[in-house]
Structures are given as structure tokens and as C-alpha cells.
């Protein structure tokens, strides 16, 4: 699709005039029209807004022109779904969502990311060993560690991890290992519904969210295992069976 034809897409599916997204834009109508008749092309700060206001990246906004990639694990980023955000909520093209949240850098050790990936990437006619043979090739060709001395916290957000994960042990869940490590988790996929008292089930979490967790088998053993999930406010712990089924809220605990 043409820019022109995404543009009235997106605003007709928001259920937007064109004097209204106009106005959201700092534009005018006019302006706006000839976005949508293919007479002009947003210039590149109307664009950045137009990516805020109608949830896109700029990359979609343009019919996806350059292939995009995360800087930080090389995941390609094929789907707006998976595409960072900055902490103004704007997407951020450079980086997935696991890698990047809200404005914070998710990985500062480069052998953790690659353990991460590589448990993603094994297949048949693909080895554990050529998986981190491939990553360890890859990640230092990427901007975010070429750049890792100038983009990094200097390691506050590995303090934070280290913190939560204390949290998390000195809990002394019934059952629960002994955590070790948090990876970055996409709400959208460990957004579980659990069921309540009254017959109902409610899901605690957001879809859009990045939050740090780790997976771990119950020492009682058996099907079910242990999900723990935390924020800069909040730990979870859950226990649930293959791909996520059945599961049952063991504590919720507001930090």
C-alpha cells in the first residue's frame, strides 16, 4: 500500500475526520486531503506525529520501504506488534520490545541475550551451537553494542533486576527454586486469565507492557510449574500447566 492509502486506513479505522486528525497533527484539512489523494507526503515531523496518533510506526506509515531489525538482538521486526516504545508511548524502530520498554534497555550482558535467543532459535536443522555461534556473530555487527558504553545506565537497571530478584526468593514461595535470573517478557504473551471466587477470571496484566519473569519447574515436580512475573511496582507468582493452561494466582504483592 501507497502512504496516501494508509493514511485514510488508519484514520478511517480510528473513526477520524480528516479536520480532526488535522488538528491532532497541528495540520490542516487541506493538508490533510492531499496526504490522502497522493498530492503530497507528510514531511518528517508530521510524520513522528502521525506515528504517535495513530499507532504506527513510520516505517508502516511509508509502506514498510526498509526492512527493520532490533539493534540490540537482530530479531526482525516484521510486525508493529513487536516494535519498541519509547517512554512517551511513540513507537521506537530501532528495537524490539523485549530488548527495549518504556524507554529502558532490557539486556547490559551480551551472553544473557544470546542464552535468551538461542532457546527460541534451536531446530531440527538448526543446533543449539550454531544458533550461538550465529549470535555471537551477530550481536556486535548492531548499534546497541557498538554503542553499549554511551546507551547503557551504567548497570542501574541490572541492580534493579538484582533487587527483585531478593524480592522474589526471600518470599520463600512453598515449591518455588530458588530464582536466579529475570528475563524481559511481553505482556501480551504471559497475560494469563485467572479464574475468581465469584466464577469470573481477570487478567493482571498489560498486553503493551514489557515485565521481567522467568519460568521454572515446581520442586514438587509434576505437571505444573511456577510463572514469576515483576514490575517496578508489583510481583506476581503463578503456577500453570503446558502453554499456559489452568493457571491459578499463588501471590500477588505490591512492591
Avoid at 532490533?70 to 523485549?98: A, F, V
Avoid at 549470535?135 to 541490572?158: A, H, N, R, V
Wanted: glycine share 6%; aromatic share 8%.
Amino acid at each position: 500500500m501507497e502512504t496516501k492509502d494508509i493514511i485514510l486506513e488508519l484514520r478511517t479505522r480510528q473513526g477520524l475526520s480528516q479536520d480532526e486528525l488535522a488538528e491532532k497533527v497541528m495540520a490542516t484539512r487541506q493538508a490533510v486531503s492531499r496526504w490522502e489523494t497522493g498530492r503530497t507526503v507528510p514531511n518528517t515531523e508530521t510524520l513522528k506525529l502521525l506515528s504517535k496518533v495513530l499507532d504506527v510506526s513510520i516505517n508502516a506509515l511509508l509502506g514498510e520501504p526498509r526492512p527493520l531489525i532490533c539493534q540490540c538482538c537482530g530479531m526482525p521486526l516484521e510486525d508493529d506488534e513487536i516494535i519498541s516504545r519509547n517512554s512517551d508511548g511513540t513507537k521506537n524502530e530501532d528495537y524490539c520490545k523485549w530488548c527495549y520498554s518504556d524507554g529502558i534497555y532490557t539486556y547490559s550482558n551480551m551472553d544473557e541475550l544470546i542464552d535468551v535467543c538461542v532457546t527460541h532459535m534451536v531446530k531440527e536443522d538448526f543446533t543449539e551451537a550454531q544458533a550461538r555461534a550465529y549470535m555471537q556473530e551477530l550481536l556486535p555487527t548492531l548499534d546497541y553494542w557498538k554503542k553499549y558504553e554511551s546507551l547503557s545506565d551504567g548497570g542501574q537497571f541490572e541492580e534493579f533486576k538484582k533487587q527483585l530478584i531478593k524480592e522474589i526468593n526471600d518470599l520463600h514461595v512453598e515449591g518455588l527454586p530458588k530464582v536466579e535470573k529475570l528475563n524481559a517478557l511481553v505482556g501480551k504473551y504471559v497475560n494469563l486469565e485467572y479464574p475468581l471466587p465469584n466464577g469470573q477470571s481477570v487478567k493482571l496484566l498489560d498486553d503493551r507492557t514489557t515485565y521481567l519473569g522467568n519460568q521454572l519447574d515446581s520442586e514438587f515436580g509434576g505437571d505444573r510449574c511456577f510463572g514469576v512475573l515483576a514490575g517496578m511496582d508489583f510481583i506476581m507468582v503463578t503456577t500453570f500447566e503446558a502453554e499456559g493452561e489452568n493457571p491459578e494466582l499463588v501471590l500477588y504483592k505490591k512492591r
